[in-house]
């Protein structure tokens, strides 16, 4: 058996505003879904902190002076469906991009949803323990997670972005969908204005 075959996650990065990420937390909300800060004391929060979390992280990369505090967006999601009790983490996962020939010192905003493929299985000795399909001993969950994900990609396009490189402009292609009104913020923002970023279309 190959123990590895299903280890890793499903990764889906995106940026949507905090208004569209007010439907995705309704979301959770039907699934009774418990938000936990992945720190030594799993503080709880409820959905209106989480939704405040977020906010803040968004409101970081798209006002117009780039504020002072550092912006992170990090969960552990779980929820019970059935007789499964599973769950998610999300986190901001940032992107990094080239400018006049080395990394830009500040990185672009994504919030990355990842579950893992794999269900930990234990062997009958006890010692040893293998990843199966989590498709097929958690159908709910696996579900549940490309239910969001499709929510998500309905108002989401791949993000588009160019910078100036040593000699010419760029193109970049992160593995990030970004939502229109999104994309209108950031262009507008901070970053974009410092960097002299040109926004790819929609």
Do not use: C
Not at 85 to 90: D, H, L
Not at 98 to 112: C, F, K, N, R, V
Not at 172 to 189: E, F, G, H
């Amino acid at each position: 058996m190959n123990r590895l075959k299903h280890s890793g996650f499903y990764k889906f990065k995106f940026l949507i505003t905090p208004e569209e990420f007010k439907h995705v937390m309704k979301l959770f909300e039907q699934q009774q879904a418990q938000f936990n800060h992945t720190n030594y004391a799993q503080t709880k929060h409820d959905h209106k902190q989480v939704y405040e979390a977020y906010e803040k992280f968004y409101q970081y990369f798209t006002v117009r002076e780039k504020p002072q505090y550092h912006p992170y967006f990090v969960y552990s999601i779980s929820f019970a469906a059935g007789n499964e009790s599973s769950g998610f983490f999300v986190r901001n996962e940032n992107i990094s991009f080239p400018y006049l020939g080395q990394w830009a010192e500040d990185e672009l905003p994504s919030i990355m949803l990842s579950l893992p493929k794999g269900f930990q299985i234990i062997l009958e000795d006890q010692k040893y323990y293998v990843y199966e399909d989590i498709r097929e001993h958690q159908p709910i969950t696996y579900s549940f997670y490309t239910d969001i994900v499709n929510d998500i990609k309905k108002i989401t396009k791949p993000f588009r972005f160019f910078v100036h490189g040593a000699d010419a402009v760029q193109e970049q292609k992160p593995p990030v969908r970004i939502s229109k009104n999104a994309a209108a913020d950031l262009m507008n923002a901070w970053i974009f204005r410092k960097y002299k970023l040109v926004m790819g279309g929609l």
